[in-house]
């Protein structure tokens, strides 16, 4: 094993939504640790990008809408010719749409799944590709509590996120044996976008608190350690596993 199994030194990232929030977190945490980012999206993420170059690692900015999976062979090639090369994907872009279940339309069902679970697969299938031929790869998703749990009043971001789980699982059935680590993060309740109607509702937010154990709301820089490992060598071993980071919910 590398003196430092936790290094990512030469290493390329390739991040959907790291404009902000989680997926910010992470890319620089990939960053801090030596990795060179590509980040995808619809929103230039240009915040980002200085906060890269600012730790001294490379930084591309792909426009992509992951609505549709017309991009993803794009972007690895993209990140390819950008970067030298592509060593991990983390599939953190996603949509969150609230209401009733009797209310739910079918646009916002269709949107939903188009990014969270759809884009999701296809972009570890074109980053897979490109694994298999060089023989490693580490594919990161995101997933979410709700990948566990019901929920209320989310239905497309609850059938997509159990997916995740279900996507992680087979992939890394199909590629351990190819040097390949798909495994899954799971966020508690963090303080991001899409958690801002939950945070304004005094009543709500206060019953979520009460059941976290370290009594606060994540951060997205919470996520890093754990991105880290995954996207390293000291997770060589780890295949298909989801792993929360919610300050203690899950064992509540």
């Known amino acids: 094993m590398a ?10 990232a390739l991040v959907t939504g790291a404009n902000t929030g989680l997926g910010q977190g992470v890319a620089l945490a990939l960053a801090q640790a030596g990795a060179d980012i590509a980040a995808a999206g619809i929103v230039e993420a240009a915040e980002t990008g200085e906060k890269v170059r600012a730790l001294g690692r490379r930084f591309l900015n792909l426009d992509a809408n992951l609505i ?10 993209e990140t390819v010719d950008g970067l030298g090369g592509l060593d991990i994907l983390v599939n953190n872009a996603g949509l969150i749409r ?63 996120k159990s997916g995740i789980a279900g996507i992680t699982r087979l992939l ?35 019953a979520i ?7 606060r709301w994540g951060e997205p820089s919470d996520l890093g350690g754990t991105a880290v490992f995954l996207a390293s060598a000291a997770s060589d071993y780890v295949n298909g596993a989801v792993i929360p980071v919610d300050g203690g919910w899950l064992a509540r």
């Not at 003196?3 to 390329?12: A, D, T």
């Not at 549709?68 to 090639?77: A, F, N």
């Open 68 to 77: 549709s999976i017309e991009p993803v062979e794009r972007l690895v090639k």
């Open 209 to 215: 608190l009460d059941r976290i154990p370290a009594a």
């Open 172 to 206: 890394a059935n199909e590629w351990a044996n190819k040097g390949i680590n798909v495994n899954a993060i799971a966020p508690g309740y963090m303080a991001t976008d899409n958690t801002a109607q939950l945070r304004a509702d005094a009543e709500r937010s206060k």
């Open 98 to 160: 609230r209401a009733d279940a009797v209310d739910f339309s079918e646009k916002d069902w269709d949107d939903v799944m188009n990014v969270n679970i759809k884009s999701a697969f296809f972009m570890s299938q074109a980053a897979g590709r490109h694994f298999i031929a060089q023989g490693r790869g580490k594919i990161i998703n995101i997933a979410s509590m709700l990948s566990f749990q019901g929920g209320i009043r989310v239905p497309s971001y609850t059938a997509s």
């Open 3 to 12: 003196s430092n199994p936790f290094s990512l030194e030469g290493k390329v």
